[in-house]
């Protein structure tokens, strides 16, 4: 079984550009999930989605970041513009079912980014 | 979801058991708790979750004390390759909020 896939790996970026990041997860899993995980610091939750829909989004900083899911399959996580504080690992993770407790995520090797 | 409190750092000697710590006082009787682990430059991967019973696959046990404020996540023989940063949640529902997690340093 293929795991979660990202792209790209690395990104190295200036203040204030735009830069996106790709994830493909396993095939059938009905939930996505977004992570920033900051140097030295747990990953923590940007998005959540179910199928094609977003479930969480409560810390995602919205006036800069988007994320969408296009058919319940891949999805982006955009920045735009970026600023010096978003250098960190993006990771992307996903489960197969929905709203199932005992469901173990499955992460993808994330992509780092680096805004200078 | 519950609060956990893990020691930020752990040594084992290659070989031996290590048991890494958790404390989760304020646990609720609904919420299980995970284990994942974080090898360097990789994303997180699971190792075992567990309610009430304690628990074991081919990775780890999961001990989880009676009163279920705590428990030890046991590596029975560890490996070079177990040297990663281990982070205990206890979490109600699909959602990981994620600790500090403890550095366990795997030592020849």
């Known amino acids: 079984e293929a795991g979660v896939a990202q792209s790209p790996r690395y990104k190295i970026i200036e203040k204030r550009q735009s830069v996106a990041f790709w994830c493909n997860p396993i095939s059938g899993h009905a939930t996505l999930y977004w992570y920033q995980q900051i140097l030295g610091q747990g990953p923590k939750l940007l998005i959540q989605f179910q199928n094609n829909g977003v479930v969480d989004d409560s810390q995602l900083p919205k006036d800069r970041f988007s994320a969408e899911r296009l058919k319940g399959v891949d999805s982006t996580l955009k920045i735009q513009p970026a600023k010096l504080e978003d250098s960190a690992v993006y990771l992307c993770?996903?489960?197969?079912?929905?709203?199932?407790?005992?469901?173990?995520?499955?992460f993808g090797p994330g992509t780092r980014l680096t805004v200078l | 979801d519950a609060k956990t409190t893990q020691p930020p750092s752990m040594d084992c000697a290659e070989g031996r058991a290590a048991n890494l710590p958790c404390n989760h006082s304020t646990i609720s009787g609904n919420e299980y708790v995970y284990w994942y682990r974080q090898i360097h430059s990789q994303g997180p991967q699971y190792i075992i979750h567990g309610l009430k019973n304690n628990e074991t696959n081919e990775m780890a046990s999961l001990i989880i004390t009676e009163d279920r404020k705590s428990s030890t996540l046991i590596l029975p023989h560890a490996t070079l390759r177990d040297t990663a940063v281990y982070y205990c949640i206890a979490t109600l529902d699909d959602k990981i909020i994620f600790g500090k997690g403890t550095r366990l340093h795997i030592l020849p």
């Open positions: 993770a996903s489960t197969p079912g929905i709203w199932v407790s005992t469901d173990t995520q499955y």
